[in-house]
């Protein structure tokens, strides 16, 4: 599918920090594009950007030019549109605190059996969103779109939810999705700050067959668990909220 158009063609214009641009309730491939190209080349700090009612075709043709702009390219932002939902969503510069869960999985998937990925399985086992208010319900969708449409090969779907509260500090939990018998639901949910008492114990439980899903070798236990483990996780996070000028909240804040 060819671009929409050519960078530079348009003049750029400033956009309100985290909410996405008033548009025509049927905005044309052209108009959308003009007008994330401008919020994406014109961002100074983290924007959420997300669109509704945009049509399959719509979206494709806006997405495939984005990819093919080399302005769009150097500026890295994380463009998602979902055909199911007819919603496209836009992350222009996640910070490190968006980050903050990549290091982490990285270092504690480094066990042998936990670190294989099945050349033959087109969609991941577990899955890990994270955001703050503004993108809560974006993270919701993408939770049901995950474990609904990815069929048997999408185990766990992890919610990582930031939040500012008073005095700059920060608070973050975490939710873990799952299936059982009855369907999609809530398994676990463990907060992240404030620290709570058992954090040199909080672990998620991920069994074998959640990490391979159907390429569970034959003769090997699917119930065998691995603890993936909060702690480590807390302190990458708090590095990289202090860098931004933030403090994690603490049960002391709770009582001021």
């Not at 719509?58 to 150097?74: F, K, R, Y």
């Not at 994380?78 to 982490?104: C, F, G």
């Not at 090997?220 to 000028?245: C, M, T, W």
Request: hydrophobic residues 35%; charged residues 20%; aromatic residues 6%.
């Amino acid at each position: 599918m060819g671009s929409i158009s050519k960078p530079g063609e348009y003049p750029l214009t400033r956009l309100l920090r985290s909410n996405a641009p008033l548009l025509p309730s049927t905005p044309t491939p052209q108009k959308l594009f003009n007008t994330i190209r401008q919020a994406i080349l014109e961002a100074s700090e983290f924007i959420d950007l997300s669109f509704e009612n945009i049509s399959a075709e719509s979206g494709l043709q806006v997405t495939d030019s984005l990819g093919e702009d080399a302005d769009i390219e150097n500026a890295c932002p994380r463009i998602n549109y979902n055909s199911y939902t007819q919603t496209l969503d836009i992350r222009i510069m996640p910070t490190l605190i968006h980050d903050a869960h990549q290091p982490w999985i990285v270092k504690e998937m480094s066990q042998p059996d936990a670190c294989i990925l099945p050349n033959n399985q087109s969609l991941p086992c577990i899955v890990i969103e994270t955001g703050w208010p503004e993108s809560w319900a974006k993270l919701s969708r993408d939770k049901d779109l995950w474990l609904q449409g990815g069929s048997l090969e999408v185990q766990l779907v992890l919610l990582i939810k930031w939040s500012k509260v008073s005095n700059n500090t920060v608070r973050g939990t975490i939710d873990v999705y799952g299936r059982d018998s009855a369907g999609m639901r809530l398994l676990q949910t463990e907060a992240i700050f404030p620290v709570p008492a058992n954090s040199t114990t909080q672990t998620i439980p991920i069994t074998r067959k959640q990490f391979l899903g159907v390429n569970l070798p034959t003769g090997r236990n699917p119930a065998d668990i691995y603890q993936l483990s909060l702690d480590r996780f807390r302190d990458i996070a708090e590095v990289n909220i202090r860098r931004k000028g933030l403090t994690p909240h603490d049960r002391a804040g709770d009582l001021k």
